[in-house]
């Protein structure tokens, strides 16, 4: 299960196009469709259901800070999501000149089932990954501009561990509530001296493996 947005639990059966599920408070889009999980393949339709996943409403012109792309193609990825019911027009604003968009939910889900949407999970993780670590490739190569309260707080780490399904629950849980105070943090309530921190959790069982014959 991929989730582009994060604090999300499993849900189950979800339409061709996903539909909203509740879970946790929140209201996410779980997907099986293969042709709605490729829709999300692609790093500008990340970024954009990353930057309306905490319940903001920005418009077109807006998100093209976020996508890195013009205003114009920026309008044809939102279209694209609007198609498979990511994202929804929101409310028009008093200028009345772009109207803003919204997730239709906290984030997205892909509820994988089977060979085809497994195939089009693994190309939506590999767009996940890519974004991310443009994101850090970023922070790195400006590092030298950055002072030691913040140099000193990126990190990078891996483990194995020996869990069961129920604690590998646990431990996924208690991650999502650790962050859940940060969570919602709009532009009226962020504290002064903060910024935006990208944490990425990626939480996977790993594929068994043979242990070697002996002789």
Do not use: C
Not at 96 to 111: I, L, N, Q
């Amino acid at each position: 299960m991929v989730q582009p947005q994060p604090d999300s639990e499993q849900a189950g059966d979800a339409g061709p196009v996903g539909e909203s599920a509740p879970g946790g408070g929140d209201q996410r889009v779980v997907i099986r469709d293969p042709r709605a999980i490729r829709a999300l393949a692609h790093p500008a339709r990340l970024a954009i259901i990353e930057a309306l996943g905490g319940g903001e409403e920005l418009t077109s012109t807006e998100l093209a800070t976020v996508t890195g792309l013009s205003p114009s193609a920026t309008n044809y990825h939102l279209k694209a999501l609007d198609k498979w019911g990511f994202v929804e027009p929101g409310q028009p604003r008093a200028d009345g000149r772009d109207r803003p968009w919204k997730g239709r939910g906290r984030g997205v889900e892909v509820d994988s089932t089977d060979q085809q949407t497994a195939t089009a999970e693994v190309a939506v993780l590999g767009a996940f990954l890519d974004r991310n670590r443009e994101i850090v490739g970023e922070f790195l190569q400006h590092k030298s501009e950055e002072s030691p309260e913040w140099t000193d707080r990126i990190e990078f780490s891996n483990g194995d561990y020996w869990l069961t399904a129920e604690e590998l629950k646990s431990v996924s849980a208690g991650l999502r509530e650790v962050l859940l105070p940060y969570r919602d943090r709009r532009r009226d309530s962020r504290p002064e001296g903060s910024r935006q921190v990208r944490i990425v959790r990626l939480i996977s069982p790993r594929v068994p493996q043979q242990p070697p014959r002996a002789g």
